[in-house]
């Protein structure tokens, strides 16, 4: 099935860094949409994108749609303990399925 | 404002037997969506109700899997006869207009084991 494609699968962060995980796909996208799932939880909303090379934040947290809309991106500047978790991005163009989104842990 | 609410939260069957899964969406919320986690990696979409209606089920797996929404309140999936292969987490979400800007709020989802 089609979904948006999301790189890296997982990510090891330090404590306190930065990382950045990547929405791509073939076609351009009418919106875009994260969710953040913890552990043994559920996907919860974060924010929807829906102009190009539009830029939002929350927080640590930056969310970027490209200027073509076909890719996506969410920065995490400080990395917390807090942000363990599977990110997942996709669009309502793709019914909102998820693909494995990227899984972030975070060593203390 | 109560959330979307999944019951059970865990259902351990054995193959050839039925399982009936119970979303309640947040009141007011017109769209509900099935999805289904399988292996704990991708979710994949199953079906939309607008109301009562099923404005598009091509998730669907097959005819094993029947939904339903009467009233166009809660929704039911249930699974008839259940196979090994559908174990996974089965999530629901509702969300007051198709995808609007605040997003789909998911429910905590069922766990279905077969065995």
């Known amino acids: 099935g089609q979904q948006v494609m999301q790189i890296p699968q997982y990510q090891h962060v330090q404590e306190g860094e930065d990382f950045t995980t990547y929405c791509n796909s073939s076609?351009?996208?009418?919106?875009i949409q994260w969710y953040k799932q913890r552990p043994g939880g559920h996907p919860v909303f974060l924010i929807q994108?829906?102009?190009?090379?539009e830029v939002k934040k929350q927080k640590r947290l930056t969310f970027q749609f490209g200027e073509a809309k076909k890719n996506s991106s969410l920065h995490i500047t400080a990395t917390q303990t807090t942000d363990v978790g599977t990110y997942f991005c996709?669009?309502?163009?793709?019914?909102?399925?998820f693909g494995a989104g990227t899984t972030v842990t975070v060593r203390a | 404002e109560a959330g979307v609410t999944q019951f059970p939260s865990h259902s351990v069957i054995e193959k050839g037997q039925t399982v009936t899964l119970r979303c309640d969406p947040i009141s007011g919320h017109d769209n509900l969506y099935w999805y289904r986690r399988v292996m704990g990696k991708e979710i994949k979409f199953l079906l939309h109700f607008v109301k009562e209606s099923k404005q598009d089920e091509s998730g669907m797996p097959n005819n094993r899997f029947l939904a339903e929404r009467t009233g166009g309140t809660y929704s039911t999936l249930k699974v008839q006869p259940a196979e090994l292969e559908d174990s996974g987490v089965y999530f629901c979400a509702s969300s007051q207009e198709p995808g609007g800007s605040v997003g789909y709020t998911f429910g905590s989802g069922t766990r279905l084991t077969v065995v």
């Open positions: 994108l829906v102009k190009s090379g």
């Open positions: 076609t351009t996208l009418s919106n």
């Open positions: 996709s669009s309502n163009d793709y019914k909102l399925s």
